[in-house]
Each structure stands twice: as structure tokens, then as C-alpha cells.
């Protein structure tokens, strides 16, 4: 198993969501989500994380960015609702937090009432 593969031991869902947008799973707070899609190293986590679940670590490497940008960009994105964190248990006892994407597809609107974004898993 290579560093960057999840383990198939065990994944624990720890993310947390705030927000007035609720879809089946994942509520999504629409005026941070707004903010979020329109920052690039936010967007460069979202496209890395749509491939694949990824650490912290891995999104490091990829982006070449520092630690400090990454860990603020994913914890903005899983308040917002956008990403999920889960605990990933290898085979030798070492877990890591992992990072994805918590849903598939985000619709904007723009109406009477203001700027909406749909989300749907």
C-alpha cells in the first residue's frame, strides 16, 4: 500500500457542517461557499480532493503550498460544508485524518431573494 492510498481498515466520518443549505447528507453554509469558489487555492484543494480522498499532507506536495494554506483552505472548506473529514486506521495502527469532496454537484442562483447555491450529493 502506498502513502497516498487510504487504508481499507476502517474510515470514521468526523467532518462538520454549518450552514442554512441541508441536501440528504451535507448542509452547506451558502455565503461562505459563495466566498470559498471564488478564492484559487480553495478551488486547487477542490479539484485534488475530486480525484481522490487525500491527507493534508499529500495536498501539501501537490499544491506546493505551505501547510499553513492548506490547513486553513480545508478547515474554511468543512465549515462551509464542502469538504468532509474522516480518520483513516492503517493496518499497522497509524491513523491520519483524510480530506474529500462532501458533494458531487453545486448550483448557483440568483433571484429576488439574493444569491443561492444548491448543493446535491
Known sequence: MSKSEPSRSGVRPTGRRGGPF???ET???SEE???LLSDDHARRVLDELNEAPLP???LVERLNS?????YRRLDSLESAGLVQSSISVRTDGHHRQQYSVA???VRL???RDGVTIEASD
Open 22 to 24: 441541508e441536501s440528504d
Open 56 to 58: 493534508a499532507s499529500e
Open 33 to 35: 461557499a459563495i466566498r
Open 103 to 105: 458533494v458531487d454537484r
Open 27 to 29: 448542509t452547506i453554509d
Open 66 to 70: 505551505s501547510r499553513a494554506t492548506v
Open 109 to 111: 442562483g440568483v433571484g
